[in-house]
């Protein structure tokens, strides 16, 4: 998840591509991603939660909270992504809580990199 949320930070749109999987590299839309990037400054995360991951494991659950600055407004969201390990690598599967993050306003960006307000993208 913090190498994830780096390639974010630093714009590093081809990391994020080559480690999604299943669902998210379906929905992974790059253009959008760097149409929503442009702008955004990226402020902080705190993992607040691990649900197996591990060496041994072959899934895993992340919890965690970003903020983000977009337009001079600062928003935060909290998730749960799934992680699965294919040939040995950990891949993003998916995010488990799909925009129901209650500290997005409807109208600030949704956190999902589509550029779109939250109301019109993950929060309808």
């Known amino acids: 998840m913090r190498s994830r949320y780096t390639a974010y930070a630093t714009d590093r749109l081809d990391y994020i591509e080559e480690t999604c999987a299943g669902p998210?590299?379906?929905?992974?839309?790059?253009?959008?991603?760097?149409?929503?990037?442009?702008?955004t400054e990226w402020l902080g995360l705190t993992i607040t939660g691990r649900e197996?991951?591990?060496?041994?494991?072959?899934?895993?659950?992340?919890?965690?909270?970003?903020?983000?600055?977009q337009n001079g407004q600062e928003a935060s969201?909290?998730?749960v992504s799934t992680f699965r390990k294919i040939d040995g690598r950990w891949f993003?599967?998916?995010?488990?809580?799909?925009?129901?993050?209650?500290?997005v306003g409807r109208n600030d960006p949704c956190p999902c990199g589509s550029g779109k307000k939250f109301k019109a993208c993950h929060g309808a």
Do not use: I, P
């Open 24 to 39: 998210a590299a379906k929905t992974f839309n790059r253009q959008e991603a760097e149409r929503s990037g442009a702008g």
């Open 92 to 103: 993003y599967w998916d995010r488990e809580d799909k925009g129901k993050s209650a500290r």
């Open 77 to 79: 969201a909290s998730e």
């Open 52 to 69: 197996a991951g591990l060496e041994v494991d072959e899934t895993g659950k992340v919890s965690f909270t970003f903020r983000v600055r």
